[in-house]
């Protein structure tokens, strides 16, 4: 065992929360900058009105915008390209992407690359340093990925078939607008998907078997519990505001960096999720939902046994008094019956159409930086009988 | 039952932890000003060595430093004006207090004071606002009042035998450097008080009948549970690194508003204890952990047993299964015996040497704004009946 690691905690996102305050759009934003490029995906903020709120506001403050739709799910290299092409002409000198993930890890990555003179997927492929982009200003729909409050995007290469992750402090969002009733419409599916996708990251920062602060083990515990109470609620009453509010500042909190303070670097199932994505183009949290109970179950081991029945008793309250294996397994159970049965997610690869096919590539490619340092370290041959195991 | 509230979260305090931060210490300070105020207590700064090793540090980077010791544990008014008046002749460009709540609430005061031409006692007594203060950056001794990340302080005038407190974003500190072996030599008595202050500003946010977030009731619960499991251990073993660390950036988290995000505010104790501190000088901690059990066993009523319910079961891990009311009162058994069993704090006011002289002056002083507005509405009768309830 080593010791607790040494960390620098520093989240200076400002985050105005709740039902009524747009009112603080024209300010904030004016406080960065004086024209906006907004970046959303397929028009949905549009149909909810939100798109004409927002520009109201900014139209109060004597802020010029200019609109940039169409960013995709699992986000392109190439709409990046595009939208940074349009911050260069229109002199842009602030982002706000009013959207889910795909939108706000676009509106990262085109940030910076408003700033250089390179291709932005450099920035990606060859881990260029981004010291600098533009500032950004997040309106948020959907709770799910925490990329309005954390420091990291993944962005998607069709051609390489490539879906990689890239992070600089200059990308974490200067202010986030967090209203859950923004959230109201987004539908069953991608409100399971998402609370599947919170509970994930959790997973990837508390399964460990580094010390750690036990102040953060119980925090993320607690933010497994709300995911587990409230997912369910948000399905069957979507204008549910108490859940899509702690669904909401959850997801923010399960990625933003607090939980990582100490804590060793895992992250297994997102490498992996992130291969299913890349060539499939699966729902990120879909994809973590299948991996995820697969790689518990092929992860526990006698060794660390302790910290999946510490899991199974402080997160699903199964009896402290079993046998430590006895509720391991049973956690391990809990958490496949939470996302497939409670949250009603799909259970296997062959139900979202992927078969065999390219399972050797996806576990050779999830590891080409060397194994997956997770609570039991994975190397290609693990990787693939996980894919395995998801069929 | 209202709504849940809306909030604004802004924390870009950065936070050093851990045992190999001093190296940052140069850079961090430097990207704030060049003459550094060193403010610290009665002097065992010095005695442990950790006022050499930050001068160095600051040496290395070419920072020029004025000190200014002997602020006082409740600290005075007389103190900052003093501290004022040496930042104005000097020129100084950033407040550096080495030391627990007291030194650093005493620096606060003087950052705002230093930019302004009038008594800063106004602040206090006037409520002036602060709109502006120098750069605060922190050297943390002790894991208590969490000063080091929040936008608050206390301040003592025992002329008019007040104890007031003051808040402005502008003193939240740019900076905290939290080593937890800087506080091994922490003792017995400090260390007991300080779990105990951290304990009961938690308990400020969470007893609440009012909707607040799940989530943030979890994040309390764990809060409270890492000072329960690890202030005994920090007694035994002054220096278990696990121990401090974890009382430590629990202290920190306990109060730097994270917490308050939805919820109302209550502060019962705190205004209580500030009378009790004002013309005794009780040690806060020691203050609080005397009047918090009775303050839950005063405001234990029928329709709030639910909350004291689930702080039993969630907190202390007490039977579900029991009556609630049954539950609830065995949870304020279980505080009473963590802080003056387990703690070991002393816990009656008579143990301290106060009588029942100055009770009803207290108890409307601390009503002196109108009724305060906790779980169960105190009016001064109601303050005066828990405080004959500490004798």
């Known amino acids: ?37 907004i970046v959303y995906g397929g028009g949905s903020v549009k149909k909810i009105g939100l798109f004409d709120k927002v520009v109201a506001e900014l139209d109060k ?31 842009i000198d602030v982002i706000m992407p009013i959207g ?16 250089v003179d390179f291709d932005p997927w450099l920035f990606v492929s060859e881990y260029r340093p981004i010291s600098e982009a533009l500032p950004i200003v997040v309106v948020l729909t ?33 202010a986030a607008f967090l209203d859950p ?13 998402g609370a599947a996708d919170i509970f994930s990251h959790v997973c990837e920062d508390y399964f460990n078997m580094e010390p750690g602060l036990y102040m953060l083990d119980c925090f ?24 899509r509010a702690n669904l909401m500042w959850a997801a923010s909190w399960a990625i933003n960096g607090f939980t990582k303070g100490g804590n060793n670097n895992t992250w297994c199932c997102h490498a992996i999720e992130h291969e299913l994505s890349a060539i499939y183009d699966v729902t990120h949290g879909l994809g973590l939902a299948i991996v995820t109970p697969r790689w518990m179950e092929y992860s ?28 391991a397994k049973k956690a391990i159970e809990a958490t496949s019956d939470f996302f497939f049965n409670k949250l009603g997610l799909q259970s296997h690869l062959k139900d979202i159409g992927i078969d065999e096919t ?18 039991k370290l994975l190397l290609a041959d693990d990787v693939e009988q996980i894919l395995k195991n998801c069929l």
Request: aromatic share 8%; charged share 20%.
């Open 1 to 37: 065992m080593s010791e607790l690691k040494d960390f620098i905690y520093s989240i200076p996102t400002t985050v105005y929360f709740g039902k009524d305050q747009m009112g603080n759009i024209g300010s904030e934003v004016a406080s960065h900058g004086k024209k906006v490029l």
């Open 358 to 375: 390219n399972l050797r590539v996806m576990a050779e490619k999830s590891c080409r930086y060397g194994g997956l340092p997770g609570i």
């Open 142 to 174: 959907v709770a799910a990925t925490g990329s309005e409050m954390d420091a990291i995007g993944v962005i998607s290469n069709p051609e390489t078939q490539d879906k990689l992750a890239f992070a600089s402090p200059a990308v974490r969002p200067k």
């Open 181 to 193: 009733t923004n959230t109201f419409t987004v539908s069953k599916f991608q409100t399971a998907s």
């Open 100 to 115: 889910g993930g795909s939108t706000i890890d676009a509106a990262k990555l085109i940030a910076a690359g408003a700033k």
């Open 300 to 327: 526990l081991t006698e060794e660390n046994a302790s910290k999946f029945a510490s899991f199974g008793v402080n997160v699903f309250g199964i009896d402290a008094s079993l046998p430590e294996m006895e509720i």
């Open 220 to 243: 993320m515990e607690g933010l497994m519990k709300t995911v587990i109470k409230y997912g369910p609620i948000a399905l069957a009453e979507p204008d549910n505001y108490e859940a």
């Open 61 to 91: 403050a004597g802020i010029a915008y200019v609109e940039f739709g169409g960013v995709e799910p699992n986000p392109r290299i190439d709409t990046v390209r595009r939208a940074v092409e349009v911050c260069k002409k229109e002199g």
